[in-house]
């Protein structure tokens, strides 16, 4: 998938009123991803985006380790929005993130991630204790 096609599924996806708001969205989403992953499971995610998608989510490699609320907090900061609107930003990137890439991949990067990140990648219903209940 192109870089124009993912923010247009991303647009489309998280009902975002323009390009801009996608791009921001995609972006923030990306780089946080990337530094929450190790860099063999980067490597692989980004090997099967390409392109641009590839730098954005190499831009911030950190190999860091938190929770899905940090990662929450962590997109807000990058898109300069709100937590409740990271969260909505966060699972329409992941909701296209899916169709662009094998189910292998994403099986390899749901071992890596700890269980609470399988509701971002609408695996699990979110619990009382999930850090998108407000």
Known sequence: ?????????????????????ADRALRAVLETLGER?????????????GGELKEVLAAKAQ???YSLEEFYTRVGARADVRYHQAVAYARAVVAVLREAVSPGELRRIFRELPDEYREL????????LSPTVQ
Do not use: K, N, W, Y
Request: zero cysteines; a negative charge; proline letters at 4%.
């Open 121 to 128: 990648f609408g695996e699990e219903p979110e619990s009382p």
């Open 1 to 21: 998938m192109s870089f124009e096609e993912f923010i247009q599924r991303v647009q489309a996806v998280g009902g975002m009123s323009d390009r801009a708001e």
């Open 63 to 65: 190999d860091d380790r």
């Open 37 to 49: 992953l190790f860099r063999t499971e980067r490597d692989h995610l980004a090997a099967q985006l």
